[in-house]
């Protein structure tokens, strides 16, 4: 029998159904990233579109064609076209435009729950085509954000550790810059722009569990938004993926939550499961 807390496949490849197991430990695990956040924190959740236009502002559509998913609708004409929304590839591209045009009085964080696509090539443990993410960003000046983020990076590693995740921190490149420049990516890495905490989700299957990510000003410069010094703000986000977060604790404590350490069912509410 497979152990009630597993993912369950379906025939579309990484893509999953989540057995009631697992959305307890998915639950803890929200909760307890929500409380890593301050008690004022403005906190949004999305739906799993955003607007097609905020997409092509970013410019995800060209760095990120393969990773994009697009949704098709039945018009009037009777036949299908693209619709004005496409599927939601991080949380914090529903942050930047609720600030557009804004001039920040004071730093701003808040922290966003995501049901994300990304039409993924592969389909290996813990790469799914559609996932959750807990995103905290910050709109800030350029050397508090990444202050910021290097902050609570080590605040998010010493939470992991009391899991009894230990992540191994890496330097690496990504979207927010595009896969086909080269060169912008590989000043993203001399630069330091995106860092990845990195764990085992299932045997020899090393995988990103979190990431904190400075933008530098293209938000800022995107959407029109000066900082509190009167400048292009500066934005970083941190990122942690909910599915990748319970397969790394499933893949380290065992498949029965049951017999997880009794610490770690208190930090995630699992008491409550028996
Ligand atoms: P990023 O935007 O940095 O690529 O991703 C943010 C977080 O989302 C990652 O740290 C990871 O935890 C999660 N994530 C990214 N890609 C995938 C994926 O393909 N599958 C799953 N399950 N989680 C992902
Ligand atoms: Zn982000």
Redesign the pocket.
């Known amino acids: 029998m497979r152990p009630d807390s597993a993912l369950v496949h379906t025939p579309a490849p990484g893509v999953y159904l989540s057995t009631r197991g697992f959305e307890s430990i998915v639950y803890g695990l929200a909760a307890a990233l929500a409380a890593l956040g301050s008690d004022d924190l403005q906190q949004l959740r999305t739906p799993p579109v955003i607007a097609r236009d905020i997409i092509e502002k970013v410019g995800y559509h060209r760095s990120f064609p393969h990773l994009l998913g697009r949704v098709y609708a039945k018009t009037d004409t009777g036949l299908p076209a693209e619709s004005d929304v496409v599927l939601l590839p991080?949380g914090c591209y529903c942050v930047y435009p609720l600030f557009a045009g804004v001039r920040l009085a004071v730093a701003t964080e808040l922290s966003i729950e995501a049901t994300c696509f990304?039409q993924?090539a592969g389909a290996e443990v813990?790469?799914?085509r559609s996932?959750r993410?807990r995103e905290f960003v910050r709109l800030d000046t350029a050397e508090h954000c990444l202050s910021w983020r290097d902050d609570r990076l080590s605040a998010a590693r010493e939470w992991l550790a009391g899991l009894g995740l230990e992540t191994e921190s890496t330097v690496a490149n990504?979207?927010f810059f595009g896969a086909g420049n080269r060169m912008m990516r590989a000043l993203q890495r001399e630069r330091e722009l995106k860092i990845?905490l990195l764990a085992e989700v299932g045997p020899g299957q090393v995988q990103?569990?979190?990431?904190g990510?400075y933008h530098t000003d293209q938000f800022g410069r995107l959407f029109a938004i000066a900082g509190p010094d009167g400048e292009v703000a500066h934005t970083a986000c941190l990122?942690?993926?909910y599915?990748?977060l319970a397969l790394a604790l499933l893949h380290r404590h065992g498949a029965d939550p049951h017999r997880w350490p009794e610490r770690i069912r208190k930090d995630l509410g699992l008491e409550a499961t028996h």
Do not use: C, V
């Open positions: 991080a990304r993924e813990g790469r799914l996932f993410m990504d979207p990845e990103a569990i979190g990431s990510n990122a942690f993926g599915e990748r």
